[in-house]
């Protein structure tokens, strides 16, 4: 069964840094990951998809990369605003179903 | 463009009262959809998807039951709420093609039961 987990459980950091979070999953064999960003009593805005044949995706200051193999994945935001403060998921599909296995999430304060 | 609405945004219930939930789609034809239940401080939790008209699948046993009885409606339904199930309910729907596809999410219903 797969199952993902993201590290760290919450961060927190000064405005401008860049930062990675990680998402990792037990399953190798997925079609797709995708990251999503969650405003506190919001539901979730997807940010990046990547598919199991890419490496990478970037959108702005976002860049999300795929290691398949080693069932890893991150996100690196560059430069971070005060505005990017929100929980980051991300949820793997599997080969198998039509179905999403989402991480905990990890929530980001970004501090002016 | 493809829209995705749920009703209502809050919902305050007393445990044994029935529940409806609603999520409509615009903008798409046989979407698959999902119900997620979000509790406080916990990850998504898959209850229900549907590939289809009448087609719904149960990820977990639960007290909560699923109809879709139109292509892009999807309501998520209790006969009696229990305590455990408050949370943040988000439905969810994603393009019919099989293979690498996005799912897009509704603004989610809070509902609290006591």
């Known amino acids: 069964k797969q199952e993902v987990t993201q590290i760290p459980a919450a961060l927190s950091v000064p405005e401008g840094e860049n930062l990675v979070l990680n998402c990792s999953f037990t399953?190798?064999?997925?079609?797709?990951l995708q990251w999503f960003r969650q405003d506190p009593g919001k539901g979730l805005t997807s940010l990046l998809l990547i598919q199991s044949s890419q490496r990478e995706q970037t959108s702005g200051r976002l860049n999300a990369s795929l290691d398949k193999s080693s069932g890893r994945s991150t996100l690196y935001i560059a430069a971070s605003q005060p505005g990017d403060s929100a929980t980051y998921l991300c949820a793997v599909r599997d080969n198998y179903g039509q179905n999403f296995v989402f991480g905990p999430g990890t929530r980001l304060s970004v501090l002016p | 463009s493809q829209t995705i609405h749920q009703w209502p945004a809050t919902l305050v219930q007393p445990v044994g009262s029935p529940l409806s939930l609603e999520c409509t789609v615009e903008?798409?034809?046989?979407?698959?959809l999902y119900w997620y239940r979000q509790a406080a401080g916990r990850g998504l939790q898959l209850l229900f998807y549907?590939?289809?008209?009448?087609?719904i699948s149960s990820e977990v046993p639960q007290n909560l039951s699923a109809s879709r009885p139109q292509d892009r409606q999807f309501i998520l339904s209790s006969k009696k709420l229990l305590l455990s199930d408050s949370g943040f309910y988000l439905c969810a729907w994603a393009p019919p093609l099989v293979g690498s596809y996005e799912q897009y999410f509704g603004p989610g219903t809070r509902l609290t039961v006591t």
């Open positions: 549907s590939v289809g008209i009448g087609q």
């Open positions: 903008g798409t034809s046989n979407p698959n």
């Open positions: 399953d190798s064999a997925i079609y797709n």
